[in-house]
T-cell receptor, first 113, second 110 residues
């Protein structure tokens, strides 16, 4: 099993450009999450999904959209990138029962200039 | 919102010594806690977890202690090795969401 795979690993955008980050998991997990990680701060939840076709807002959803058209994939979109969205983005998945841990991908480092 | 904090941002230990990393959490309703290890350029890696109905759980060279009275969590690493150098996070789980601390950077001195 590859676990959680994120693409791309690195990306540089100019302000106003758009892009989509892809997360794929092969563990048949129901729940998937997008976090951002910034220096001096804990991981912050952007959006999450509790199943195919469902999404919900997290702590910092503004400026991002997500889609979960297939159970194994969770896409994070930036429609008009801003420098404040420079960050490392992590996708995670977990099983749909209580007390199951998050499994993380290796992240996408995004720089917006 | 949730507040999960760590007592020390950095910790240096001699190789072979034991390490203790602490974490405070704020939500008494949280019922599940996890410790993660993050190496540079990688995603957080699961180390050990504990449910709120337990006080202690042991893994290979690691032990997690939970004190619900003071809302405190600790990670003990026995016989710390150079490969243990990383940032360690605690996380608390409430419902479908997890809340993370800012992390403690552990450096192992050979």
């Amino acid at each position: 099993n590859a676990g959680v795979t994120q693409t791309p690993k690195f990306r540089v955008l100019k302000t106003g450009q758009s892009m989509t980050l892809l997360c794929a998991q092969d563990m048949n997990h129901e729940y998937m999450y997008w976090y951002r990680q910034d220096p001096g701060m804990g991981l912050r939840l952007i959006h999450y999904s509790v199943g195919e076709g469902t999404t919900a807002k997290g702590e910092v959803p503004d400026g991002y959209n997500v889609s979960r058209l297939k159970k194994q994939n969770f896409l994070l979109g930036l429609e008009s990138a801003a420098p404040s969205q420079t960050s490392v983005y992590f996708c995670a998945s977990r099983e749909n029962w209580d007390n199951s841990p998050l499994h993380f991908g290796n992240g996408t480092r995004l720089t917006v200039t | 919102g949730e507040s999960v904090g760590l007592h020390l941002p950095t910790l240096s230990v001699q190789e072979g010594d034991n390490s203790i990393i602490n974490c405070a959490y704020s939500n008494s309703a949280s019922d599940y806690f996890i410790w993660y290890k993050q190496e540079s350029g990688k995603g957080p890696q699961f180390i050990i977890d504990i449910r709120s109905n337990m006080d202690k759980r042991q893994g290979q060279r690691v032990t997690v202690l939970l004190n619900k009275t003071v809302k405190h969590l600790s990670l003990q690493i026995a016989a710390t090795q150079p490969g243990d150098s990383a940032v360690y996070f605690c996380a608390e789980n409430t419902g479908n969401q997890f809340y993370f601390g800012t992390g403690t950077s552990l450096t192992v001195i050979p």
